[in-house]
């Protein structure tokens, strides 16, 4: 099994124990079983998935890193967020925002670059949110 420790700006989210951590790297999905050899990955703004006592967990995380060493993972993240814990109308009102704020060419005040992380990230929660099983 592998023991893995979710740390945000605010400190230590989450801990958990697993047969599997699934996520999605800066260079593609990553599947990692234990006694894997030590890695540091890149985290994108993705969905991660374990099985945690048998069951299936959704995560959205906002991108961050992955370090894993002797069955232990610390994962770095901006966000996370449970499958349960992703408010749909709250998602789905950041995606319109960031969708608005792209749709306007050439504004000088608007940081395109922060809209489009914002976009990405509501999508995800979306994802997470309706097409998890």
Do not use: W
């Not at 000088?108 to 099983?133: F, G, H, T």
């Amino acid at each position: 099994m592998i023991k893995c420790t979710v740390i945000t700006p605010d400190g230590v989210h989450y801990e958990l124990t697993t047969s599997i951590i699934n996520v999605g790297s800066t260079d593609g999905q990553r599947g990692i079983l234990p006694n894997h050899m030590p890695l540091v990955l890149m985290l994108d703004i993705s969905r991660m998935t374990t099985v945690e006592n048998g069951v299936r967990k959704h995560y959205a995380i906002g991108g961050g890193m992955l370090y894993l060493k002797n069955n232990e993972a610390t994962i770095l993240v901006d966000t996370f967020e449970t499958k349960e814990q992703i408010d749909e109308k709250r998602a789905l009102e950041a995606k319109e925002r960031a969708e608005g704020r792209l749709s306007k060419k050439k504004d000088p005040d608007i940081d395109y670059k922060r809209a489009e992380v914002a976009l990405k990230k509501a999508i995800n929660r979306l994802n997470v949110k309706y097409y998890s099983d």
